[in-house]
């Protein structure tokens, strides 16, 4: 049952199967991975504050302004301009996300790949105490034909789930799923705590050096924020365009803005106790920090290897299925805006698309190791990866939300927004609090966010 432009437009099954929905393509990579990644590169507990600070002042009103604009139109990002401002140069901002949407997926599904491998390598027994797991991190991404294969296949895996529609596609998978990530990283996360040297791994994060909170790592936590939650470049209208009209989006936006953040909350409980016992150093990882640490847990699982071996297994499979829940939004905002604007079929629009990110991936496949220049870029210092991670992940979804805020509070108008919200049920709770961030807190912190960055670069 694929939406295309001439049937009736798909919908989410139920209210819980949307939160379901919406929050498997929050919770990805970005809480498990890109969260703790850029906590270690940020001062940790310093940053562990500045972006609780983004996600309620500025993250959960974005997610309501997309939902809102998403079920409004019951469109894809660039249709649900054209409907809302005819004519008029927002169509762009639509245009962005679905840019940003393919770029974001060409190395996400890189990461995504190395998921697959560690289910085979833990699966296997390969990380039983003492493990190097640096050198096993290095055999996955730095030998070019594993790292691009495994690219391969979570890009197929991705396209095949895509085309079968969202009812069909989408939902099952993340019905059953996310509940059951959400408890095995609590067990782990007791584990992790209950290691030597954990304290201290847990001061670092935990305790904010507030000598450490500057301009950088407000925009580090904005952007991780907007990553994490899937915002500013229409993942959430999209989804949204296939909420019924009987279901509250207030709370909604609310329960998916809690789980991600308490999800990647938690990986960072996992992971800076883990790092500390293992004598490593926060701010030196790349991207493969995250992957180097977390299977140096496993070897301290009882009774081992057994327990490592399990739990690993159990760890990378769900990973694997967070970040399939969260590619696919990626695909799906390209995919709705083919199928709903230029009347092309749901299959042929994800494999092009698919495709497209496959192609644009295969640097970044090779950015850990495989090829010494696009492991360090001349002139720049990170890798190929971290590179459009931050271009693409972070400050295109930063500019990406500023526009949307600006147009939902002053072209769209929070008036006409608000009925939307308020649309199911006649209430909005909280509709003057939303009404002043998003009209004044979200653009101004964004602007000042931006110029920051700009100075930064003079
Ligand atoms: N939020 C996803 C994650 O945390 C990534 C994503 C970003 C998905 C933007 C869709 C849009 O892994």
């Known amino acids: 049952m694929a939406g295309n432009s001439s049937g009736p437009r798909d919908t989410w099954g139920s209210k ?83 840019v940003a949407g393919v770029v974001i997926l060409s190395f996400y599904s890189v990461i995504a790949g190395w998921t697959i491998a560690y289910i085979f390598k833990t699966i296997t027994g390969a990380f039983g105490p003492g493990a190097d797991t640096a050198a096993i991190f290095a055999g996955v991404a730095a030998n070019p034909t594993s790292a691009i294969s495994y690219h391969l296949l ?103 803005t809690a789980f991600d953040t308490a999800i990647a909350v938690f990986a960072g409980l996992l992971i800076f106790p883990t790092l500390f016992h293992a004598g490593l150093e926060p701010g030196a990882g790349g991207p493969g920090m995250v992957f180097v640490v977390l299977t140096s847990l496993l070897g301290t699982i009882p009774p081992a290897p057994w327990g490592g071996t399990i739990f690993g297994t159990m760890f990378f499979a769900l990973l694997f299925i967070a970040a399939l829940t969260s590619s696919i939004s990626l ?55 971290s590179f459009l991670f931050a271009v693409f992940g972070q400050y295109a979804l930063v500019i990406g939300a500023l526009f949307i805020s600006i147009f939902t509070a002053w072209i769209w108008g929070t008036r006409k927004a608000a009925e939307e919200v308020r649309s199911t049920d006649g209430k909005f709770p909280l509709e003057t609090v939303w009404v002043f961030l998003i009209r004044f807190l979200c653009p101004i912190a964004i602007i000042l966010i931006l110029i920051n960055l700009v100075q930064s670069l003079m």
């Open 154 to 256: 979570f890009m197929a895996i991705t396209i095949l789930v895509v085309v079968g529609g969202v009812r069909h596609g989408i939902e099952r998978w993340t019905k059953v799923l996310m509940p059951g990530l959400a408890a095995l990283l609590l067990l782990l996360v007791f584990r992790a705590v209950t290691l030597s040297g954990a304290g201290e791994g847990l001061a670092f994060y935990l305790r904010p050096d507030f000598s450490q909170i500057n301009g950088s790592v407000f925009l580090a936590a904005a952007g991780q924020a907007f990553f994490s939650l899937s915002l500013g470049m229409g993942a959430m209208i999209t989804y949204g365009s296939y909420i019924s009209k009987k279901d509250d989006l207030a709370s909604s936006a609310l329960y998916v």
């Open 331 to 385: 695909l799906e905002v390209g995919t709705a805006y083919m199928v709903d604007e230029k009347g092309m079929s749901r299959k042929r629009a994800a494999w092009i698309l698919g495709i497209t990110a496959f192609v644009l991936g295969i640097p970044s496949a090779l950015a850990n190791g495989a090829v010494s220049w696009l492991s360090s870029l001349p002139g720049i210092g990170t890798d190929f990866l």
């Open 16 to 98: 819980a199967a949307f939160i379901l929905a919406a929050a498997g393509s929050a919770v990805g990579l970005g809480n498990i991975w890109g969260f703790p990644t850029v906590a270690a590169q940020n001062g940790g507990g310093a940053f562990l504050l500045v972006y609780l600070l983004c996600v309620v002042l500025i993250g959960a009103p974005v997610m309501l302004a997309e939902l809102a604009i998403g079920r409004h139109t019951q469109r894809n990002p660039v249709g649900a301009f054209r409907a809302l401002a005819p004519g008029s140069a927002w169509v762009a901002v639509g245009a962005l996300g679905v």
